[in-house]
């Protein structure tokens, strides 16, 4: 049983490294190729998926940041027009985003991009 969780435990590690150094490739790769940050990359994902999405939930669904730091990312990439943002019918008070032409474009060769680069971690 020990063994088992000794050999559990360097798997975890190994797979924590890969995946921290795989975010690491990519935040690069998007940052010098793209000009985006790699949180843009997420966001983007996240709200593509869904057909309309609250602001509050695409912050709390990537559970990546506090909320401030959130909301200032969506700004920014607002202004950079690749989400659009309009009041929520059913909750004044809440704001619904959707992905433009534009950042659907940035979100597809963004995930080329990633595709590449777990490719080659997994040496394909």
């Keep these: 049983m020990a063994s ?7 798997l975890s590690r190994m797979m924590g490294r890969i995946a921290s ?4 490739y990519l935040k690069l790769a998007l940052k ?15 709200i593509e998926s869904k057909r309309s999405a609250r602001k509050t ?7 990546l940041f506090g909320p401030t730091t ?6 920014r990439m607002i202004q950079a ?4 943002e309009a009041v929520d019918p059913a909750d004044k008070r809440a704001r619904l985003l ?17 595709g590449r680069i777990a490719d080659s971690f997994l040496g394909r």
């Excluded at 150094?21 to 690491?24: G, H, I, M």
């Excluded at 010098?32 to 996240?46: C, S």
């Design 21 to 24: 150094l795989q975010r690491t």
């Design 81 to 84: 027009g690749l989400v659009t």
């Design 98 to 114: 959707g992905i433009t032409k534009e950042g659907k474009a940035i979100l597809r060769r963004a995930q080329r991009l990633a």
């Design 57 to 63: 939930d695409i912050i709390s669904y990537n559970l």
């Design 32 to 46: 010098e190729q793209l000009d985006i940050e790699v949180e843009w990359y997420f966001f983007l994902h996240a």
């Design 70 to 75: 959130g909301i200032d990312i969506l700004n």
């Design 4 to 10: 088992s969780n000794a050999t559990n435990f360097q």
